[in-house]
């Protein structure tokens, strides 16, 4: 028996004609030639039988379910320039219980700030109760 390297599509077309001979595997490997023991490993071993059912997928795919128009690599078949329309993000809205801030400054002193406040006004405030300087 001379040996021959076949690829995975080579053995899924082989094991598709055996199945449909309706022979068995042995006979059907004595009557084309092929080892028994590898042909069985294309038909059974999980990696081998990935191998054959990819191959069975991309024999039946056209170029484009491949990623290919007029034969050229998936990448450059989709390759454009889109518009980018670049937006600035909208402010987080406070939660519907808060409507604010409360800063507590020691001494008792507190100062609530509502959504929205200036806060160069803040820093002043801030400035006052703590005695500095504006």
Same mark, same amino acid.
């Given at each position: 028996?001379?040996?021959?390297?076949? =690829?995975?599509?080579?053995?899924?077309?082989?094991?598709?004609?055996?199945? =449909?001979?309706?022979?068995?595997?042995?006979?059907?490997?004595?009557? &084309?030639?092929?080892?028994?023991?590898?042909?069985?490993?294309?038909?059974?071993?999980?990696?081998?039988?990935?191998?054959? @059912?990819?191959?069975?997928? @991309?024999? &039946?795919?056209?170029?484009?379910?491949?990623?290919?128009?007029?034969?050229?690599?998936?990448?450059?078949?989709?390759?454009?320039?889109?518009?980018? &329309?670049?937006?600035?993000?909208?402010?987080?809205?406070?939660?519907?219980?808060?409507?604010?801030? %409360?800063?507590?400054?020691?001494?008792?002193?507190?100062?609530?700030? %509502?959504?929205?406040?200036?806060?160069?006004?803040?820093?002043?405030?801030?400035?006052?109760?703590?005695?500095?300087?504006?």
């Amino acid at each position: 028996m001379a040996y021959v390297r076949r =690829q995975a599509a080579d053995w899924a077309a082989l094991i598709d004609e055996w199945r =449909q001979s309706g022979l068995s595997l042995p006979a059907f490997c004595r009557s &084309h030639g092929l080892s028994r023991g590898t042909m069985q490993n294309w038909v059974y071993e999980p990696t081998l039988k990935r191998a054959v @059912e990819e191959a069975r997928r @991309e024999a &039946h795919s056209t170029p484009a379910d491949r990623g290919q128009a007029d034969g050229l690599p998936a990448l450059e078949a989709s390759l454009a320039f889109l518009p980018v &329309h670049v937006a600035e993000p909208a402010p987080a809205p406070l939660p519907a219980n808060r409507t604010g801030v %409360e800063v507590v400054l020691g001494m008792g002193r507190r100062v609530t700030v %509502e959504a929205g406040f200036d806060p160069e006004t803040l820093r002043r405030v801030v400035a006052v109760l703590e005695g500095r300087p504006c």
